[in-house]
């Protein structure tokens, strides 16, 4: 069993930061790509930012320029930085990550998500 733990999450004024963190525990034999994603009330789920195990990153263009990825992969944690946040922004945000897993003596892929934190910005 694999576990994503999300923190960081809160209210901040329009212009504020943030910083959220996502560490992934358990039976982990490596991590391929890590990302977060958002949902806001009555729209779709949508990729917001994603790295790979090699530090490569992609941004929706919507943040693009104010948000920031990174990972440890020593601790198998990905943060999100969040700069100059907008009321837009407001949304819950899940943490995944492509884990590879060893079970039975085999290698599988499997897909995890946190439990998501809420990121609330006020004009």
């Known amino acids: 069993q694999v576990q994503m733990v999300e923190s960081g999450g809160g209210l901040m004024q329009a212009g504020g930061s943030l910083r959220l963190s996502c560490a992934a525990s358990g039976s982990i034999f490596s991590i391929n790509a890590m990302g977060w994603y958002r949902q806001a009330p009555g729209k779709q789920r949508e990729l917001v930012a994603s790295i790979t195990s090699g530090g490569n990153t992609n941004y929706a263009d919507s943040v693009s320029g104010r948000f920031t990825i990174s990972r440890d992969n020593a601790k198998n944690t990905v943060y999100l930085q969040m700069n100059s946040l907008k009321p837009e922004d407001t949304a819950v945000y899940y943490c995944?990550?492509?884990?590879?897993?060893?079970?039975?003596?085999?290698?599988?892929?499997?897909?995890?998500w946190g439990q998501g934190t809420q990121v609330t910005v006020s004009s």
């Open positions: 995944n990550a492509d884990v590879l897993r060893k079970v039975f003596g085999l290698q599988r892929r499997y897909e995890y």
